[in-house]
């Protein structure tokens, strides 16, 4: 969840390898929270790459 509204969002997923697997961008000042779909992924560890303006933050996750 975010702690606050943003105008804009880049979100990419990379494997391990570092190639990118999925993208999403969410345009909307009011939004909180953003749903992304994992379920096409295959088991293993990825990185999530969160952009908006000042924030750039890369997150490690377990797909199961």
Do not use: R, W
């Not at 990419?12 to 992924?41: H, P, Q, R, W």
């Not at 088991?43 to 303006?53: C, E, F, K």
């Amino acid at each position: 969840k975010l702690q606050s509204p943003v105008e804009h969002l880049s979100v990419k997923i990379f494997d391990m390898k570092g190639t990118l697997v999925s993208g999403y961008d969410f345009n909307d000042a009011e939004k909180t929270n953003c749903d992304i779909n994992v379920s096409k992924l295959s088991q293993g560890m990825y990185i999530v790459q969160l952009q908006s303006g000042q924030i750039n933050e890369a997150l490690k996750f377990m797909k199961n």
